[in-house]
């Protein structure tokens, strides 16, 4: 059986994507939140799934090296990596500090960049999948999202890269950009415009989501987890075996590629 590494996997969204690669592939789970991780690993474990899992900063080389490493001894070299973790401040833009954006770029950037490289390293020459997860927030220039939006844009270069990298030896890299799911990070943003923004006053974190579901989804409803883990299956699958370099946006037509 295959093996996948999955980043910031104690995540709603990151969760899913772990358990929908779970069907298909062994599985190392890593997150920094070393209790929620457990949960998510446990509940797998449960459901039949090969998995193990080890707490990771993927900002810090070190930290990377070392999950994969822990990938290898409990469950196989890893072939398939989904790059999942990633944060934002949420703040005013003329408010952003600078150790908040180097904070955002550390994990959404660095962490993507160190994970690619240290499975290309690993691979070493030989076939591959990386799925970075991004945004659509990296096109739409949302005050709100000023750290959050260009780090994942950052990521979509990145995975340009990669792929041209990887290509020559069969290791393939794709992007994903999620819409909007009811998830931690677009529950900050809607209690962000709720607390900033006076158009929204008296209004509520759910309902300024399910405004923005509205006016923005032509296919009016919000993405889910598992639409985005079906995705990244198929994208670190043989189905995908001549996809690479692309950018997909999963978000019911909000940004059209």
């Not at 072939?79 to 954006?101: D, Y």
């Not at 020559?168 to 799911?181: C, E, K, S």
């Not at 995908?240 to 940004?255: E, F, K, L």
Request: net charge negative; charged share 20%.
């Amino acid at each position: 059986m295959s093996v996948a590494l999955v980043t910031g996997a104690a995540g709603g969204l990151g969760a899913a994507i772990a358990a929908r690669l779970a069907e298909e592939h062994a599985v190392l789970l890593t997150d920094v939140d070393a209790g929620r991780l457990n949960e998510v690993a446990s509940k797998l474990a449960a459901d039949g799934a090969r998995v193990a899992h080890t707490t990771c900063d993927v900002s810090e080389r070190a930290s990377v090296q070392a999950a994969f490493t822990t990938a290898e001894e409990q469950l196989g070299e890893v072939t398939a990596l989904a790059n999942v973790a990633g944060v934002g401040m949420f703040v005013p833009f003329t408010e952003l500090t600078e150790q908040q954006w180097n904070h955002t770029f550390a994990v959404n950037t660095r962490g993507t960049f160190l994970a690619c490289q240290e499975l290309l390293r690993r691979r070493d020459g030989r076939p591959g999948a990386i799925v970075n997860i991004a945004s659509i927030g990296a096109r739409l220039g949302m005050e709100v999202l000023a750290d959050y939006g260009p780090s994942k844009a950052a990521v979509i270069e990145l995975t340009h890269v990669v792929s041209r990298v990887g290509a020559p030896t069969g290791l393939r890299a794709n992007a994903v950009m999620p819409g909007l799911i009811w998830t931690d990070m677009w529950q900050k943003t809607s209690e962000w415009l709720l607390a900033n923004d006076p158009a929204h006053a008296g209004s509520s974190a759910d309902k300024i989501f399910a405004g923005f579901v509205e006016s923005m989804v032509p296919m009016r409803r919000p993405q889910t987890p598992e639409d985005i883990g079906e995705m990244v299956a198929f994208l670190l699958s043989d189905r995908a075996a001549n996809v690479t370099g692309q950018t997909i946006a999963v978000d019911g037509g909000v940004v059209l590629t």
